[in-house]
């Protein structure tokens, strides 16, 4: 009985292992999940442009651009990114005359792990950005690119060895704040996404 | 061979029966393993990879941004331009309003003020605003149930990136979105929290609709690059 069963098997799946290739990528779903981390630290705000042209804040740097260079990542092996993270740490505010903190930095905030506080854009080689309004590339809120620690955005991005993935972040808690108050130069301790990755290797 | 590690192929798992259909004394003492590795098959490559499996996976952020809005003020007609075809997938939303403040005591205190008034459920800042969208320029797909359109709470309506609103629509090149927003934050002014005035203005909206690249996705079928691993990598 046993031959029978194992004879009759051997013939159903060799047809099956002759009506695809198994060589690839079965079984990667199994297999160890990476990370990738863009980080930046002690990351400053950035002048912003004038509200009404004229006025202070005139050659500032536009809410949807950066002038920070971007952060590289070198893809060490085909993979497939499934998903997307991001978080940031606020500094404490300090008042120059007294010395005292002030924590509003982090009242500021609306968004899970402070993800409304920097913005962010991520693309590949340098010609290609993810976050678009159709026309030029743009960098948008964290909250509106990426997913949180606990709950990474999900997605499916085939990568291939050797390619670069460039990050570049800004720091935009001057956005809450009127131009000219001296506490909106405020740092960011860190920023920090991270790319969930899944390996794929040929067998 | 397989490992307690690494699932078996299917080549493993019908060497073994052919193994076992040569050999009938070691096939009764094999049958055990062999239903074993039958049960660890993973499923098959199109399984795992076709969109039900990833049903809410995104790579382009496709977005509308908005500057400096006052309260009240309603702005309509900025539009997004799908540069490929996508498929959106969801829509998410983040409001930054200007406190205009020239003190950090103030400020404080105005912080204060505002996470009372704010629903906890307002993340990122939406529940400052409303919204409504439509397809070039021709269908509303916020509405009261008749032609006539209308706005809808932010916070009803998108997401906050932590989860997306989910959509299900199929763009092709050359597609626009069309966005429209109200600045809403001057009806907080009825929530009792003192004489703080609520109203603010908004530095900047941004709607971002999430959008999966269909490559040459056509109502008909066609190329499905994005979704589907090829051989090895993107090559």
Redesign the interface.
Known sequence: M??E???Q??HE??A??GG????????Y??NGTYKWLARVQNLLPEPLPA?IPGEAGAGGVP??RTINDPIPIKVPF???I?GVQGWCVPKL?L?PETGEN???PF??S???DF??LFAVRWGLNGDIW??????DS?T?????????Q??P?????????NQNIQVEFRN?IN????FN?P?ANLELAEAVIAFDVLR?D?? | MSSN???P???Q??TL??E??S??TD??H??RM?AKW?GDL?P??AE?MSPPA?K??????????F??VAPDEVREGV?????RNLWIRGV???A?????????DQ??TF??A??VA?CPN????RGLFELNYRLNGSQGFISQGRSRETFAPAVAITG????QAPMDWKLETND?IQVGIRNISQRRNSTPVGDVDLALNL??V?V?F?G?DMGVWSPTGGDTR??T?P?????
């Open positions: 046993a031959p069963v194992a004879r098997l051997a799946l060799g099956a292992v695809q290739s198994s060589r690839f990528p079965i079984g779903i199994y509200d809410l949807t085909d993979a497939v499934q505010a008042d002030f924590p509003w009242l500021l609306c968004a899970h993800r409304d993810y976050s678009t309004d159709g026309n743009l948008l809120p964290a909250s509106v690119t990426v997913g949180t606990n709950l955005r999900p997605m499916f991005w085939p990568v291939e060895r935009i956005y809450f704040l009127p108050v506490f794929l040929p067998a | 590690l690494r699932p192929t299917l080549e798992v019908a029966a052919g076992m259909a050999n009938p096939a009764l094999k049958m062999l039958l993973p098959p490559q795992l990833f809410h996976t995104s790579l382009w952020t496709n977005a509308a941004v500057e400096n539009e997004v331009r799908s540069q998410v939303a983040q930054i309003p200007l406190f205009d403040f020239d003190s950090q400020l404080s912080l204060e505002q996470r704010l307002a993340t990122n800042n906050d990136g932590v989860y626009h530095r900047l941004v971002a999430w999966v994005a979704l691993v051989a090895r990598g993107i090559g």
